[in-house]
């Protein structure tokens, strides 16, 4: 298998709306910056992966009008996985380096949620229009039972949970790309207004406007670009059944504890928590950040929610997990599992903005479709994981 | 390490009013028969089709279930499906997956499709103007007829020749044959383009099976293999470009003759996504079997083009081009040596991607 890494990352700051700029001039921004960071022209690129997710921008298949910032002239496709878009879509982009059919290869992912009045009924219109379409179904709503089923299954409770969004909240500050940035406490997210029983509004995610581009390069190209290359150690997607109601427990992940094992499995990793040193989580709500601890390895089943009590996941925790502020604090749905590998990557390359101290190995996930769908992919310093 | 086809699903064309999802797992499975697989040895799903255009966000739901992608490996382009089997294609030669099954899927019949694609013209420069998706197309008819001096009877000619083949191609949407007066004498819809010249909108799915050669050869002493991808994408801005030719596709065909080492000459088959008469000429040249302006003369030849009818008669929009592949593999299995597919998408014809297949 060809060795691939991440060359260069660029966001946009991310933001309730966007007015100042069209679809393809964010685009071209978090390009520009990532062609900046890594130190290379837009010549230099072979070919252009693009992630969005319709239609939340107002415009259907937005990434032909975007292809004009990134991609013109040149090979560019377009993935779209729900949630997981932002992640398949590096996904794919290093695939295209490592089939050896390219050497540089761009993945971008622009989205402008602003656009919509409401996301959820947008979210709903994916289920299936007679079993579950008139439930309401969408992507609070579905936390929620994972909430309540965690809840009761593990005596799990809403400070606990609270406690994920204080921390996230505590690291967004010192990302300037953060779209939420407040400093808040156990008692302010406990009084905030319930969205979703037992979620409430500290605990859930916003929508947000942006766009983001990460850089992926062959090993020779890599090397000769720059010399701390984020390396690509491994990566996985899954898909589970289609009906929320087919999944046979809501208080576990499993379908991300599979994948999470392939990952592992793929990467040499016998213990996530001594040889994983930062997580970016996809965690719109607060719950299930401790369900992916759980079913990521990182917890044992019942356990997750004790860890950012006890200060475990926060920066300078045994574990942290999204440095960065996470999704809780910044979600431009279809372009935010990209930011969860930018984020990890630029960790590995020792560049965060919130850096975990001596960070060699990062893990970035993200979730979609009705809890349908996991992508993985694990970042190192190393070409291969050292223990 | 070559990569194959070992597997052809294909479904009926036209319009299904059944849970769409029986429709995909109908292709899957008639994939999976006709490699005589089963489930557990696909390890990886790449599936292509729209959003929207089937009335309905993150589409891959419910298709990668259907198409066997439970707890497996699974990713979605939000393109023609013509642009899975390239990533599929990736996916196998970097090493990282060994056996794909690649779904292809457009349901036409659950949406106004034209005011699906109306939403894709840009709020500033484009939407004003209220350009459907058909008359993007027309827009270049009109370019090249003008251009060239295309008579309305070489159009004509094309239509009722891809209306005779798909007469005989069992999977074909429309296989009525018509005249070159039936078409001349069909209503004027978007000049130039006549009712007749248009294509319809279908549904249905396809299936392709790609695996990693040794494998392949174990499921299939004769797998198809895939010898040259290509593709490229045009200027959003159509009055930033020459509407009189298919540029992107030109780009998209050389990438795949560099890759497959050969040139148009070679090839014995060609399946072309043509939208309109016009466009099936326009794509003929950009892959270089005819010189500029000189489509129409294939068309009087024997010239192999679209045995499946082409887009003019099937045209499932997210599978169009896939639909294309899956009949120029059906052609390979058939004796032909080498064969290219192409397809189009976005507003007058802004992707393209071309596939080269043979023995």
Redesign the interface.
């Known amino acids: 298998?060809?060795r691939a890494a991440v060359i260069g990352v660029g966001q946009t700051k991310f933001r309730t709306r966007r007015d100042d700029k069209?679809?393809p001039e964010l685009t071209r921004e978090a390009v520009s910056r990532a062609l900046e960071h890594a130190g290379i022209t837009m010549d230099d690129v072979d070919a252009f992966v693009f992630g969005t997710?319709?239609?939340f921008d107002?415009?259907?298949?937005?990434?032909?009008?975007s292809?004009?910032a990134a991609?013109?002239?040149?090979?560019?496709?377009?993935?779209?996985?729900?949630g997981t878009t932002g992640l398949?879509t590096g996904?794919?982009a290093y695939?295209?380096v490592?089939?050896?059919?390219f050497d540089v290869v761009v993945a971008v992912c622009t989205q402008r949620v602003g656009e919509n009045v409401d996301a959820q009924p947008?979210?709903n219109?994916?289920?299936?229009p007679?079993y579950e379409r008139h439930s309401g179904v969408g992507a609070i709503s579905v936390a929620a039972i994972q909430a309540t089923v965690h809840m009761q299954k593990y005596g799990t409770t809403e400070e606990q949970m609270a406690w994920v969004s204080v921390k996230d909240h505590e690291n967004a500050l010192k990302n300037p790309y953060a779209h939420i940035k407040k400093k808040i406490g156990v008692e302010d997210v406990l009084s905030s207004p319930v969205v979703s029983s037992p979620l409430k509004l500290y605990e859930c995610c916003p929508r947000s406007d942006g766009s983001v581009a990460v850089i992926f390069a062959s090993e020779e190209k890599a090397e000769q670009i720059r010399d701390d290359p984020a390396w690509i150690l491994a990566?996985?997607?899954?898909?589970?059944?289609?009906f929320v109601g087919d999944r046979p427990d809501l208080a576990v992940w499993d379908?991300l504890s599979?994948a999470g094992r392939?990952l592992y499995r793929l990467a040499g990793i016998d213990d996530p928590k001594k040889d994983i040193d930062v997580a970016e989580l996809y965690s719109p709500f607060t719950i299930q950040e401790i369900l992916e601890l759980e079913a990521l390895g990182f917890a044992e089943k019942g356990e997750g929610a004790k860890l950012a009590e006890e200060g475990v996941t926060f920066v300078d925790g045994d574990m942290p997990t999204n440095p960065s502020g996470g999704v809780l604090c910044t979600n431009p749905i279809g372009a935010t599992g990209l930011v969860r590998l930018g984020e990890a990557s630029l960790q590995v390359m020792g560049e965060a903005s919130n850096q975990v101290d001596g960070a060699e190995v990062a893990l970035a996930h993200a979730w979609?479709?009705?809890l349908?769908?996991h992508a993985l992919m694990l970042v190192s310093s190393h070409k291969k994981l050292r223990r | 390490m070559k990569v194959g086809i070992v597997g052809i699903g294909i479904t009926h064309f036209g319009v299904h009013e059944e849970?769409f999802?029986n429709v995909a797992y109908t292709a899957a499975r008639k994939a999976l028969e006709d490699a005589e697989m089963e489930r557990h040895e696909i390890d990886n799903?790449v599936l292509g089709g729209?959003?929207?255009?089937v009335?309905?966000?993150?589409?891959?739901?419910?298709t990668?279930?259907a198409a066997g992608?439970?707890?497996?490996?699974?990713?979605?382009?939000?393109?023609d499906a013509a642009?899975a089997l390239?990533?599929a294609?990736?996916?196998i030669?970097?090493?990282?997956f060994d056996v794909a099954m690649v779904l292809g899927y457009g349901h036409c019949s659950e949406t106004p499709i034209e005011l699906?694609?109306l939403?894709?013209?840009?709020?500033?420069f484009h939407r004003d103007l209220g350009i459907s998706y058909q008359m993007s197309y027309a827009m270049q008819s009109y370019a090249y007829k003008m251009k060239y001096g295309v008579e309305d009877e070489t159009a004509a000619e094309v239509v009722v020749r891809a209306r005779k083949r798909a007469s005989k191609y069992e999977y074909a949407h429309v296989r009525e044959e018509v005249s070159v007066d039936d078409v001349l004498s069909s209503e004027m819809v978007i000049f130039p383009l006549r009712k007749l010249e248009l294509p319809p909108w279908s549904d249905g799915c396809v299936a392709l099976i790609l695996a990693e050669e040794t494998i392949a050869r174990r499921i299939n002493p004769e797998p198809i293999w895939v010898e040259g991808?290509?593709?490229?994408?045009?200027?959003?801005?159509m009055g930033s470009r020459d509407l009189a030719e298919l540029s992107s596709t030109r780009?998209a065909g050389e990438?795949a003759y560099r890759?497959a080492g050969c040139d148009a000459k070679s090839v014995e088959a060609v399946e072309i996504m043509d939208l309109t008469p016009y466009h099936h000429l326009m794509a003929l040249e950009a892959l270089g079997f005819a010189a500029d302006g000189k489509g129409g003369e294939l068309i009087e030849s024997d010239f192999p083009t679209n045995s499946s009818g082409g887009a003019l008669c099937t045209n499932a929009h997210g599978t169009t081009g896939l639909f294309l592949t899956a009949n120029l593999a059906l052609q390979i299995r058939d004796g032909c040596d080498r064969g290219i597919s192409h397809a189009v998408s976005?507003?007058a014809a802004?992707?393209s991607i071309v596939t080269i297949l043979g023995v």
Request: glycine share 10%; with cysteine.
């Open positions: 298998m060809r069209t679809h997710m319709d239609p107002g415009i259907n298949c937005p990434d032909r009008w292809s004009t991609g013109f002239g040149k090979p560019f496709m377009k993935i779209s996985t729900g398949t996904i794919a695939q295209h490592a089939s050896g059919l947008v979210l219109t994916a289920v299936d007679i990566e996985s997607s899954i898909s589970d059944s289609y379908s599979i392939r979609g479709g009705t349908q769908f | 849970p999802y799903v729209y959003d929207v255009s009335g309905r966000t993150i589409s891959n739901m419910y990668a279930p992608g439970y707890l497996k490996d699974e990713i979605r382009v939000s393109d642009y390239a990533l294609y990736m996916r030669k970097s090493g990282i699906v694609e939403l894709s013209l840009d709020p500033f991808l290509g593709w490229n994408t045009e200027n959003y801005y780009k990438m890759m976005g507003y802004q992707n």
